[in-house]
């Protein structure tokens, strides 16, 4: 039950760094993307919303690999050994995301010195997404089972044929999808120019049709690739209400970008993609790394879970007034008057 | 190289880039703390300036150590998924709590960086003491989890199996408090005595305007005690080795045979097929002194450990000359400085000590990459001190040279991109005119 509580608070981790460390990827994403008359206010829009959140919105990932590492160990090593090269990709891609950013914050003034990182920011946004949408991918197709480095013999079998299917690169498209989807959600409340959040919400539905589309493709390639989790999807008794709820929010969150409710898109649109993440983690319970290792079974002893539990509780206390304020500095109602100022 | 090699030649390398980052994260937001802290008694725009220059080249390394932190933490499974397997549950518990107070550092630094307009004065000071304690908690905990590898508790083995885990027992295991306080002081001694190493390089070089007289001030006000307790620290952490680790000890001071009265080697050649050391100046009696308290106690050498089981004796006895040889040169520069500031005399105009002073600009983290050298490869071959051997927690994934070749390449860009940058910033810096910097961060 313990195990259960906090394979579920890890989740809620994940969720969190999708929702907040996704957003600051699907920036990076429109870094890349910004065209038109006003690129370069598109740019400054980017990196003014993610600046001072971005180091504690990336937290939420180590706290997801800590929990995982720490309450159940052998899920862990398993998944490190299988994932070993597209986890690799997402740490160069981190590494060269994060100092990227911050030597263009303050590297100096220069054109070309900021564009040259500017575009190492926008790429290594592009590619870490796929990458970890792939690892997540890969699990769900229930591949990295039994003896920890997937089916068959050989290099090839064991540490790439695993992840490397059609099927967990559409799942990560459509993570990229759902970064710049809500990225680009957000971003129409962070401009102050009407132009501007015009630009933004036109890019929010280009991006919510992007998720509609990859999100069929996957399921589609799920019926060859992932059939577990297809038929957890289709079949378990909390499948439709999920599906209901999801389909319902992405509706909300396209017709009020529509309407130009941002501020109602975006609980929407967060809604919709926690939603999926949520969908995907209960049609694979109680396995944490299908088709054989449960929750159960990779799960720490009682002790350590009941004090990861009471160092979570403990920590959510420090923790959530915190976040609470940097947020309310940073994203608060008037931060816009503080921007202008400077 | 073998699998194996490359593996532990990735993890060593990632450790040795981010300790240097981590080290300025702990210490760094002291002195911006104490310079915004002047400010405000003072009212004094120097002082202001400072923090706000701090602060930028703090925002660069902290960058930098928050992705290098997030590549280890995967990297412990990506390259030791078999250590991670059997201590995950034993000493995952530190690792939450350093999650935590990172957590905490970085979300006071977000504020501190770019809330200079945002939040009032006492807030901000505030966000800035936050970034300082979370900081050195994080370290702490990291190095809890490292002091566990040297002296395993709270478990028992049965059948190769950890059994009756008790996380908190693992945490308060014996090498805890002597790694703590030794890596925790290594911190502030490196990050103190670099800074000031710097500001002193540029008043040499004629630039002894108000800006480098208080930087170099505050940076030795850090530096220096911490310099100056560091061998006290040192002595207690190797008492601590001489009684857990015997092997680590004889490495440390090539020592190959058990001896009475035994010497401390200064230099010299440890010779593995010979198993003596040569060409080093001996100083009897001290090794003994000081491992045990007594100059005539009985030091096991080498020779009581089987072959198989010795780390790399010249590197880690080499790691440790070096440690010891520049901590010392920087306690005497601290004790002198101390000295200087408690006589009120003129500190700064005496190129004499500017100069030993920029002398020790890298030194801090020469030493803490050796101490790190010592202690790791020290306790080799094993992972787990007496547990686990490096060799059974290693992945099964072949080609792990590609890897670490991949991510040497990173670091090395890493690192001179970091150099260049904050060397701009440093050459940038004033001949103070009394005009206020400009608030962007």
């Known amino acids: 039950m313990t195990a259960a509580i906090i394979a579920g608070i890890l989740v809620a981790a994940l969720n969190a760094y999708v929702l907040l460390g996704g957003a600051d990827f699907g920036g990076g994403v429109w870094d890349l993307l910004a065209r038109g008359p006003r690129k370069a206010a598109q740019r400054d829009l980017v990196a003014h919303a993610i600046g001072p959140v971005w180091e504690a919105n990336h937290v939420w990932l180590i706290l997801a690999i800590v929990l995982l590492f720490t309450c159940f160990p052998p899920a862990f090593a398993r998944l490190a050994v299988t994932l070993n090269l597209p986890l690799t990709g997402v740490l160069v891609g981190i590494v060269l995301r994060g100092s990227a950013f911050a030597f263009r914050g303050y590297g100096g003034d220069r054109d070309v010195v900021q564009r040259r990182w500017g575009r190492v920011f926008a790429i290594a946004s592009l590619v870490t997404p796929i990458l970890l949408g792939m690892a997540l991918g890969a699990i769900a197709t229930g591949n990295l089972g039994e003896g920890g480095s997937g089916k068959g013999e050989g290099f090839y079998a064991g540490y790439v044929g695993t992840w490397l299917t059609p099927f967990a690169f559409a799942v990560g498209l459509f993570t990229l999808a759902c970064f710049a989807l809500l990225a680009a959600v957000y971003l129409t409340l962070e401009a102050e120019d009407e132009s501007l959040r015009r630009d933004f919400r036109v890019r929010a539905l280009g991006a919510g049709l992007a998720v509609f589309v990859t999100a069929g493709l996957a399921l589609w390639l799920a019926g060859q690739g992932a059939p577990l989790m297809r038929e957890g999807l289709m079949r378990s008794r909390w499948a439709l209400p999920f599906q209901i709820a999801t389909g319902l929010a992405a509706v909300v969150a396209l017709t009020a970008l529509w309407r130009g409710r941002y501020a109602l898109a975006r609980v929407a649109a967060a809604a919709q993609v926690s939603l999926i993440l949520w969908g995907w983690a209960v049609s694979q319970f109680p396995y944490l790394v299908p088709p054989d290792l449960t929750i159960a079974a990779a799960a720490a002893p009682a002790t350590t879970l009941r004090l990861v539990g009471i160092a979570l509780a403990a920590g959510a206390v420090v923790l959530i007034p915190s976040l609470a304020y940097l947020f309310r500095v940073f994203k608060g109602s008037d931060q816009r008057s503080a921007v202008s100022h400077q | ?441």
């Open chain 2, 1 to 441: 190289m073998s699998d194996l090699l490359a593996a532990r030649f990735q993890m060593g390398m990632s450790l040795a880039f981010h300790i240097v980052f981590a080290g300025v994260g702990i210490a760094m937001p002291v002195l911006m703390v104490v310079a915004e802290w002047r400010w405000h008694r003072t009212r004094d725009p120097v002082y202001l300036d400072l923090a706000k220059r701090w602060a930028r080249g703090t925002a660069i390394l902290f960058a930098v150590g928050a992705v290098s932190g997030t590549v280890l933490s995967f990297e412990l499974g990506l390259l030791w998924p078999g250590f991670m397997r059997f201590a995950g549950s034993i000493i995952g518990m530190p690792f939450s709590l350093e999650g935590f107070a990172f957590f905490t550092e970085a979300i006071f630094l977000g504020v501190y960086l770019y809330g200079w307009e945002r939040v009032s004065p006492r807030a901000h000071r505030f966000a800035g003491v936050m970034v300082a304690v979370s900081g050195a908690l994080s370290g702490v905990f990291v190095v809890i989890a490292n002091a566990w590898m040297n002296a395993p508790t709270g478990f028992d083995l049965v059948n190769g199996q950890a059994v009756n885990v008790r996380p908190l027992a693992a945490m308060a295991n014996a090498a805890t408090l002597p790694q703590v306080i030794h890596m925790t002081l290594a911190a502030y001694a490196a990050t103190g005595f670099a800074v000031a190493g710097i500001h002193a390089w540029l008043m040499l070089r004629g630039r002894s305007a108000a800006f480098h007289r208080h930087a170099l001030r505050i940076a030795l006000l850090v530096g220096a005690p911490a310099a100056i307790l560091q061998p006290f620290s040192g002595h207690y952490a190797a008492a601590h080795v001489a009684r857990h680790q015997p092997a680590k000890l004889a490495a440390m001071e090539a020592l190959f045979e058990t001896r009475a009265g035994a010497p401390i080697t200064l230099g010299g050649w440890p010779d593995m097929e010979a198993r003596r050391t040569r060409f080093g100046i001996e100083v009897p009696y001290v090794l003994s002194l000081l491992a045990f308290d007594d100059p005539r106690a009985t030091v096991p050498g080498l020779e009581t450990v089987p072959r198989a089981d010795w780390p790399n004796v010249p590197l880690v006895h080499w790691s440790f000359q070096l440690m010891v040889g520049l901590g010392t040169y920087m306690a005497f520069v601290g004790a002198w400085g101390m000295w200087l500031v408690r006589k009120r005399s003129e500190l700064f105009a005496r190129r004499r000590f500017l100069a030993v002073v920029a002398i020790a600009t890298p030194m801090g983290f020469l030493a803490t990459e050796g101490g790190w050298m010592v202690t790791e490869l020290g306790r080799q071959p094993w992972v787990i001190y007496g547990v686990m051997r490096t060799a059974d927690a290693v992945t099964p994934m072949p080609g792990q040279m590609f890897r670490t070749g991949v991510f040497a390449l990173i670091y090395v860009f890493l690192a001179v991109v970091v150099t260049v940058l904050l060397s701009r910033q440093i050459v940038r810096s004033p001949m103070y005119t009394g005009e206020f910097p400009s608030p962007t961060p």
